[in-house]
């Protein structure tokens, strides 16, 4: 190998062949790098690491599957339904959440 410390494209990925990414990086499609390349570069570049706190928030996860605009049309009809107790087929909510939307957003369209 050589004793490149630059591992950029020539080209953008998409435009070469494995063979020629291969070359511009010095490494073997087949064996890889060796363990001593990929130790000179972990000290020219550094180490692979990501970098923040590493958890996530089960909470955060949480919110955001709740703000997920799929979920409030999927939960709506069954609050409507639960808000309102009666005799109801289980589309007549969905169908009603539907209009409602589509209303409001051909308003938000049209009416700028």
């Not at 060796?34 to 949480?62: F, H, M, P, Y």
């Not at 997920?68 to 609050?79: C, D, E, F, G, K």
């Not at 339904?81 to 049209?110: A, E, Q």
Request: charged letters at 20%.
């Amino acid at each position: 190998m050589t004793d490149k410390t630059d591992f950029s494209l020539a080209q953008p990925a998409y435009r070469l062949t494995p063979e020629e990414i291969a070359t511009q990086l010095s490494t073997d499609l087949i064996q890889g790098l060796t363990k001593q390349e990929a130790k000179r570069r972990c000290d020219v570049v550094g180490e692979n690491t990501l970098e923040g706190s590493g958890g996530v928030s089960i909470w955060k996860v949480l919110l955001r599957q709740v703000a997920n605009a799929l979920t409030l049309v999927s939960t709506s009809p069954m609050l409507d339904d639960l808000t309102f107790k009666g005799p109801s087929n289980g589309n007549v909510p969905l169908i009603r959440n539907n209009r409602l939307g589509g209303r409001w957003s051909h308003h938000r369209n049209y009416n700028l």
